[in-house]
């Protein structure tokens, strides 16, 4: 199966289910993040907008009220079930289910934004070329990724928690860190290359860290969120009954020292990027 085509499964299957299951948590985790990247990329009234991997839509939301009166917003994801979500909440967007890079779009964006969308590419370069094509000659994209796990306390932590307890459920290691996935873009010497090579320049690039909150309720609601919609669930989504109460035992010695009363919030990292097309 080709790398996009595994894209393709997992987010109209476990991913996409994952975060049309919990859109409301997932959506208040990443907002600071997305609103950040919208805060640099300064949309205007009347421009025309595309959102890469823009999911369930409350991206789509936001960007549709920065750009009024005048303006309009295309949405464009790999997974119908979370672009189903999106419709659902009555977004003002042309929604189109499909690959971000496999597309031929009527006239050219005036901005792009993603939050979380372009890490997921097989070929980067070959993606963010597309993408490149299909901006106006003033045109801009914005978005936010990942920094590298160790970074990321909110996720290498529980993760490492399971991955010891239950090593059997670990996935075989990326054969490289610019793997397809939520940290392909965590080097930013790598990213910067692929944003040049595909013909964008200017590219500003400065990190973003905050904490995400795991819970405010005490640590059994902790493990839970973790297990089921951070990305851990992924490596529990087969695990036996035994195998996830040791997960679930390794989580709860692992995350309650990090309390702060019945709040635990973890480090995150990302980078904030704007590049232009010209
Ligand atoms: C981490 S989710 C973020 C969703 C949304 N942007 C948000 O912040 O709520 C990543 C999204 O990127 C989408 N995606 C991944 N690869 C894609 C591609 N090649 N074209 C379009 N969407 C893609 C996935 O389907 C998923 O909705």
């Known amino acids: 199966m080709d790398r996009n085509e595994e894209q393709r499964e997992y987010w109209n299957g476990p991913g996409g289910q994952r975060w049309v299951t919990h859109q409301d948590l997932l959506d208040r985790m990443v907002r600071p993040f997305g609103l950040a ?20 839509g409350e991206t789509l939301i936001e960007i549709a009220q920065a750009v009024r009166p005048g303006g309009s917003v295309v949405g464009v994801d790999l997974s119908a079930s979370m672009l189903e979500r999106a419709r659902q909440r009555g977004v003002k967007a042309e929604l189109i289910v499909g690959d971000a890079a496999a597309q031929r779009f009527d006239r050219p964006f005036d901005a792009m934004f993603s939050r979380f969308g372009v890490m997921f590419f097989a070929d980067a370069v070959a993606a963010f070329t597309r993408l490149h094509a299909a901006l106006a ?8 990724c990942w920094r590298e796990p160790a970074k990321n306390l909110w996720v290498s932590v529980p993760m490492a928690a399971v991955k010891s307890a239950v090593p059997e459920l670990a996935p075989p290691p ?10 392909a873009f965590a080097d930013r010497s790598y990213m910067e290359r692929v944003l040049r090579e595909a013909g964008f320049v200017r590219a ?29 669930s992924r490596l529990v989504a087969d695990a036996s009954e035994s195998q996830r109460e040791r997960a679930a035992t390794a989580l709860h010695g692992a995350l309650a020292p990090r309390f702060q009363g019945a709040r635990l919030a973890l480090p995150a990292a990302a980078w904030l990027v704007l590049a232009h097309a010209h």
């Open 174 to 183: 990326p054969a490289s860190p610019t793997e397809p996935g939520p940290f």
């Open 137 to 144: 000659p003033q045109g801009r994209i914005g978005f936010v």
């Open 37 to 56: 990247a919208l805060a640099q990329l300064n949309l205007r009234p009347g421009e025309r907008v595309l959102d890469v991997g823009c999911g369930c």
């Open 204 to 232: 500003d690039i400065v990190p973003f860290d905050t904490e995400i909150e795991l819970s405010s309720t005490g640590l059994d609601d902790a493990v839970e969120f973790v297990l089921t919609a951070t990305p851990i």
